[in-house]
């Protein structure tokens, strides 16, 4: 809670297309980003012991790293171990060299944060499923999969929210089309498994039904 930077989902606004209401990521890739961000910041406390303030965001296999750390070489070497670890795609390095921040700080940033994904809660035409807000420093740092008019939207509502120094967009910018595609292959996925439990319900149900007390 202290840091200010933990994403948080939340529920947002109709946007361009039908689909924006649901996350844009298959739950395979959800789940993954979710993983990544645990072990990507295990693996990275584990190899620098002090000076370190740090969080790690992940959207679709993307991964963001903010926060501090007191030397240049712990900044390369925070990239290097998000690189290098399981299905990371790429990583943006927006580790800061210097000292950690104050806990006065990182209650501003969270803040902010909560802040932030409000307004754009509110805002017409963006869908914060589509993507995750993290706070350091009073930067505004968002990630997603969105369209290009979507992450124009997003960003310059953020920029003119009180106390937001700067905006850093790390959006996955895809077409309408993209989106569309992506939205129909996830919308398959979920009814090919809701065919799978219901069948598998059915098999239970004829099974109980079929059984035979022997005297």
Known sequence: ??????????????????????????VGAQMADNVMEQRISYEITQAIKSGLHLTVTSYNQRVLLTGEVSTETDKQLAQKIAQRSLEVKSVVNELKVGPENSITQRLSDST????????????KDVSLNQMKVTVNNSTVYLMGLVTAQ??????????RISGVHAVVKVFEVISEQEVERRMRLI????????KESALTTNNLNTTSSSEVRLQ
């Open 1 to 26: 809670v202290l840091s200010g930077c933990v994403p948080l989902m939340i529920g947002g606004a109709v946007g361009t297309t039908a689909f924006v209401t649901t996350d844009r990521r298959t």
């Open 112 to 123: 902010l944060a909560n802040k932030v994904r409000s307004y754009l809660v509110g805002t």
């Open 150 to 159: 979507e992450a124009q939207l997003a960003a310059n509502v953020a920029s």
């Open 187 to 194: 919308n398959q996925q979920q009814n090919e498994k809701a």
